[in-house]
């Protein structure tokens, strides 16, 4: 099956930085690939997410990349806030499963 | 619409006993599934379903069982608890099982499940 990985698995940020999370995919069948992030006591939620015909997009302060041919795709935070601090999960699709990787604490430092 | 709903919230089992986590999403989804959270393990993918009557395998299906009689429900039976399934456990669903980029994935709340 597929395998995703994901770094760092903690990553500090003063408020107003930038914060990079990435993750590498092995099945070149994947097609889709979601970020999710879940804070305390909650389930993970969508926020950003990209197919494999597209390179970038961007919402607001939140923007992803996907580089198929390395096989690799980040999550950019610009301008981070307090309320950014939670655990993040980026997952691959190659057929009707989720794949996830293994989350990244994200701290941001008022 | 309540979404994805899990219940019980949180629960403590004995070592082998049985018991049944609730899953039941009022959104007309075609997909359901169930992933267990262990630290830094990410979500794990333990059975899923296609629609109602289909149901397949993920990643780490052993000690449970699941059914799909309707659309809305989707519950998830530990048939003799273990330690090991000691865990947070998220149902998740979708609006099509085929195309996640329209429909990505909605999960519920988690229960979490300690089994001494």
């Known amino acids: 099956g597929e395998n995703v990985e994901q770094h760092p698995s903690t990553l500090s940020v003063q408020e107003g930085d930038s914060a990079v999370i990435k993750c590498t995919y092995s099945?070149?069948?994947?097609?889709?690939f979601p970020w999710y992030k879940q804070e305390l006591g909650k389930g993970p939620q969508l926020i950003i997410d990209?197919?494999?015909?597209?390179g970038e997009k961007k919402d607001q302060r939140i923007a992803v990349t996907l580089n198929k041919t390395a096989k690799h795709f980040s999550l950019h935070i610009t301008e981070t806030q307090p309320e950014d601090s939670a655990v993040y999960f980026c997952?691959?699709?190659?057929?009707?499963?989720?794949?996830f990787g293994t989350g990244t604490s994200l701290t941001v430092i008022p | 619409n309540a979404g994805v709903t899990q219940t019980p919230k949180f629960q403590v089992l004995k070592t082998g006993q049985s018991m049944t986590l609730q899953c039941a999403q009022d959104?007309?989804?075609?997909?359901m599934s169930w992933y267990r959270q262990d630290p830094g393990m990410g979500l794990r993918l333990i059975h899923y379903?296609?629609?109602?009557?289909?149901?397949d395998q993920g990643e780490v299906p052993n000690g449970y069982n699941v059914s799909r009689s309707t659309t809305e429900d989707f519950p998830l039976r530990l048939l003799s608890a273990a330690p090991s399934q000691t865990s947070v456990y998220f149902c998740?669903?979708?609006?099509?099982?085929?195309?996640?980029?329209?429909?990505?994935?909605?999960f519920g709340n988690g229960t979490r499940l300690t089994v001494t």
């Open positions: 998740a669903s979708s609006y099509s099982a085929f195309r996640f980029d329209n429909s990505p994935l909605h």
């Open positions: 099945d070149s069948a994947s097609n889709y």
């Open positions: 990209i197919r494999s015909n597209v």
């Open positions: 997952a691959a699709t190659p057929s009707n499963q989720f794949y």
């Open positions: 959104m007309n989804h075609e997909y």
């Open positions: 379903s296609v629609g109602a009557g289909i149901t």
